[in-house]
């Protein structure tokens, strides 16, 4: 009931196209839903969040897309860019618990 | 901007050594964690701590320890390394007021053990 499930493992783009990578989550406590991207060589940052009151939340080219009834969330990265060339993790966790729980991971390569 | 620095980017180190993993960051965080992080298996907490001498278990603390005597500072002791703990580690820290909502990052240690 813990687990934060992500697909898929790994996604390959065209330069301007859309990357959309998708999580899956059981624990219907769960209100905090964070992306992170990671660059090699680096440790992941923070890049966009959500709360279940709203349905979707965009910054620039990111948004979190929230379907609290399917317990599904995702990213969609409009106008892939060969920078965005990362690793992306979802994960999961209530505000007052004591840690999140993170998605396996999607390694995005954007193609020019 | 927070900086979280682990003290080193590469380690090898051979079976049942002791190996310790020192992380330090400089916001004044209340909260520090250990994650392990594998291909295909995403990032899987270790150990955390919310204040100086206090530690808490993650989902995989087993063959590990931590230590946490200053608050800038959180170590991560394997007691006798395995082959099995080969792989890349991240400290990361956080504020009290907003446990979950921004961890920041180290850049992680990648540690083979042989």
């Known amino acids: 009931q813990q687990q934060v499930k992500q697909s898929p493992q790994s996604l390959i783009v065209q330069k301007g196209g859309i990357s959309i990578i998708n999580c899956a989550y059981e624990?219907?406590?769960?209100?905090?839903f964070p992306w992170y991207q990671q660059f090699p060589g680096k440790g992941p940052a923070l890049l966009i969040a959500i709360r279940p009151d709203v349905s979707e939340k965009k910054e620039g080219r990111f948004t979190i897309s929230f379907n609290k009834s399917a317990k599904q969330f995702s990213l969609h990265i409009m106008d892939s860019q060969p920078g965005d060339s990362a690793t992306y993790f979802c994960?999961?966790?209530?505000?007052?618990?004591?840690?999140?729980?993170f998605g396996t991971g999607t390694r995005l390569q954007v193609f020019p | 901007d927070v900086k979280v620095t682990q003290s080193s980017r590469y380690l090898v180190k051979r079976t049942g050594e002791k190996v310790f993993l020192e992380c330090v960051q400089d916001m004044d965080h209340e909260n520090m964690f250990w994650y392990r992080q594998d291909p295909g298996l995403g990032l899987r907490l270790i150990y955390f701590s919310y204040d100086v001498k206090m530690k808490e278990k993650g989902d995989i603390p087993e063959g590990y320890s931590v230590s946490r005597e200053k608050k800038e500072r959180f170590s991560l002791i394997l007691e006798s390394a395995s082959t099995n703990q080969t792989s890349m580690y991240l400290c990361?820290?956080?504020?009290?007021?907003?446990?979950?909502?921004?961890?920041?990052f180290g850049s992680g240690t990648q540690l083979s053990v042989l």
């Open positions: 990361a820290s956080s504020t009290r007021q907003v446990l979950n909502e921004k961890l920041f």
């Open positions: 624990n219907t406590a769960f209100d905090y």
């Open positions: 994960a999961a966790s209530t505000m007052v618990a004591d840690k999140l729980i």
